[in-house]
């Protein structure tokens, strides 16, 4: 499966975006899907995951109640609405597909990754 992300972009501490990512391929509704962001010399983390239904999803404690994440099926395509932005989620954001097994949290586990899009909070 082919990802793309899309919707970051600059804004001021407070704001929000709609991150988006477009899928192709194999059939999009049979993976669990998750968004990692990555700043330099860190480590990928997970922001948020949901399972291919929908009915699970995992936030990091970091974006809990600001962050939301939901698929579209139909569309190919899941979503993270992240509000209340703050300088520390600056990051490339990258959305991930799971092929197989539980929702997973740990990066390792997901197949296939997007090209990343870039949020800068600015304070």
């Known amino acids: 499966v082919q990802l793309q992300a899309s919707g970051g972009g600059l804004v001021q501490a407070g704001g929000s975006l709609r991150l988006s990512c477009a899928a192709s391929?194999?059939?999009?509704?049979?993976?669990?899907m998750g968004w990692f962001r990555q700043t330099p010399g860190k480590e990928r983390e997970l922001v948020a995951a949901?399972?291919?239904?929908?009915?699970?999803?995992y936030y990091a404690d970091s974006v809990k109640g600001r962050f939301t994440i939901s698929r579209d099926n139909a569309k190919n395509t899941v979503y993270l609405q992240v509000n209340s932005l703050k300088p520390e989620d600056t990051a490339v954001y990258y959305c991930?597909?799971?092929?197989?097994?539980?929702?997973?949290?740990?990066?390792?586990?997901?197949?296939?990754w997007g090209q990343g899009t870039l949020v800068t909070v600015s304070s």
């Open positions: 991930a597909a799971q092929g197989a097994g539980v929702l997973a949290r740990d990066a390792k586990r997901y197949d296939y």
């Open positions: 949901i399972s291919w239904t929908g009915g699970i999803k």
């Open positions: 391929g194999r059939t999009f509704s049979s993976y669990h």
